[in-house]
Nanobody, 124 residues
Framework: QVQLVESGGGLVQAGGSLRLSCAASGRTDSLYVMGWFRQAPGKGREFVAGISWSGDSTDYANSAEGRFTISRDNAKNTVDLRMNSLKPEDTAVYYC?????????????????WGQGTQVTVSS
């Protein structure tokens, strides 16, 4: 089994930055792909960013492209999401996800493990 714990959420003003971190424990040797999703009140879970084991392959939602950066440290079993130029529409609960193999970073059902989420609130 794998456990994922997110941290780094909080309240920030529009235009500000936050760095989310996800710490993995357990059978981390199987976590080839990791990603971030978010869910705003009354909306479905939305893909934000994904990264391969090596870090050579990444994917970003259009809403995140150019503002967010995903990175991972396999030695520490962590994956980070650096968020800049935050907007009120970025307000959501952000979830870390991980799996062994998938065909698309963007499909939540392809991820096997999920964290509990961390709240990000961007004020205008």
């Amino acid at each position: 089994q794998v456990q994922l714990v997110e941290s780094g959420g909080g309240l920030v003003q529009a235009g500000g930055s936050l760095r989310l971190s996800c710490a993995a424990s357990g059978r981390t040797d199987s976590l080839y792909v990791m990603g971030w999703f978010r869910q705003a009140p009354g909306k479905g879970r939305e893909f934000v960013a994904g990264i391969s084991w090596s870090g050579d392959s990444t994917d970003y939602a259009n809403s995140a492209e150019g503002r967010f950066t995903i990175s991972r440290d396999n030695a520490k079993n962590t994956v980070d999401l650096r968020m800049n130029s935050l907007k009120p529409e970025d307000t959501a609960v952000y979830y870390c996800a991980a799996t062994t193999y998938l065909t698309s970073y963007r499909r939540p059902h392809e991820y096997r493990y999920w964290g509990q989420g961390t709240q990000v609130t961007v004020s205008s």
